[in-house]
């Protein structure tokens, strides 16, 4: 069956740390991976999206990778502060003329 | 200000109404969503409309309703065959699938049902 995994549920980090997020998929072959952040009670806000040819991408002190041999993206915060604390979902375009698919999310919190 | 709205922010109903939430987009998106979140469960789809008039049922359509007869406008009527409606729903736009990288979708503020 396909699915898509976020590694934890929770990951906690001291600020200043790097922050290591990870989405793995099964039975999906996607042309584009996304991430996404969510506030609590709010709707997920879109970070960056990376294609199946890009195998690292950067935006401020985000960056995400796609690996499509391993079937996985990562996604990393450095210098992280407690502003970060959100859940972060992944979010990818099966083949075809199907909708995005998420992630459950991962959700990090920053710790002063 | 562009964007996605949604109303209310919180709704009660009583078991066994039908209800309706509202999602406008002034975007000009062709594409709109609905979707679920429960505790985790992650985002689950609903229903999603790519052009006027025409809509799909995501992965739990089930006791939902959904029409499309503008292209800024997407409500979701959640009905009474809905086991389990209490939940935080979100909607979505974005441009229609297919057009280079422009496909992130923006989400409005969400609503909240709750049912007694």
């Known amino acids: 069956s396909q699915k898509i995994e976020q590694n934890s549920e929770a990951l906690n980090i001291q600020e200043g740390k790097t922050a290591t997020l990870t989405c793995n998929y099964t039975n999906y072959s996607p042309a584009y991976l996304q991430w996404y952040r969510q506030d609590p009670g709010r709707g997920p806000v879109f970070l960056l999206l990376?294609?199946?040819?890009?195998k690292e991408k950067r935006k401020e002190r985000l960056k995400v990778t796609f690996d499509t041999t391993l079937k996985q993206s990562l996604f990393h915060i450095t210098a992280s502060q407690p502003a970060d604390s959100a859940t972060y979902l992944c979010a990818l375009f099966p083949q075809g003329n199907t909708p995005l698919v998420f992630g459950k999310g991962t959700r990090l919190s920053v710790i002063a | 200000d562009g964007g996605i709205t949604q109303s209310p922010k919180y709704l009660f109903r009583k078991e066994g109404q039908n209800v309706t939430l509202s999602c406008e987009q002034n975007?000009?998106?062709?594409?709109m969503y609905w979707y679920r979140q429960d505790p985790g469960q992650g985002l689950r789809l609903i229903y999603y409309?790519?052009?006027?008039?025409?809509?799909q049922k995501g992965d739990i359509a089930e006791g939902y309703s959904v029409s499309r007869e503008k292209k800024e406008s997407f409500p979701l009527t959640v009905t009474s065959a809905q086991k389990n409606p209490t939940a935080f729903y979100l909607c979505a736009s974005s441009i229609a699938r297919g057009l280079s990288s422009y496909n992130e979708q923006f989400f409005g503020p969400g609503t909240r049902l709750t049912v007694l």
């Open positions: 975007l000009n998106h062709d594409a």
């Open positions: 409309s790519q052009i006027v008039n025409d809509f």
């Open positions: 990376i294609r199946e040819n890009e």
